[in-house]
């Protein structure tokens, strides 16, 4: 367990889905360096000109919360669109599908914390059209 991590210090690391090539942004892991049980932190990175961290999904019982550290991007809260820009504090209740998209020409850069439920389940389904 660390009670501090130099945060500059760490490598963004390649977002993959198993059995995938596409990659999904980038994150680092800190969560892992801190080592929580009860939850999940990470600085999440979403790459510009469409680009994504994941697929269209929920959690059916975790929360998740996200802050815009720089940047802005679109986020997707069970099919309805909205921007989020630096400073912007979004909170997603377990069973709401989401995803977001940055259709901007830089990256969008934000802290992710998520609670960890034992039993909880991660459901995909087909991501709704682009915000017009």
Known sequence: MKHIVRTDSLPWHPK???GETAQYGEFKALWEEHGTTQFEVRLTRIPP?????????????EEEWFFVLEGSCQICIEGQWSEVRKGDSIF??????????????????????????EGSEVLRKDEPDPPA
């Open 92 to 117: 997603k209740p377990a069973g709401d599908f989401h995803i977001f998209r940055n259709y901007g020409d830089t990256p969008c850069d934000m802290i992710m914390i998520g609670t960890n439920i």
């Open 16 to 18: 993959h889905f198993p």
């Open 49 to 61: 000109c469409g680009g994504t961290n994941t697929k269209y999904h929920t959690h059916t019982q």
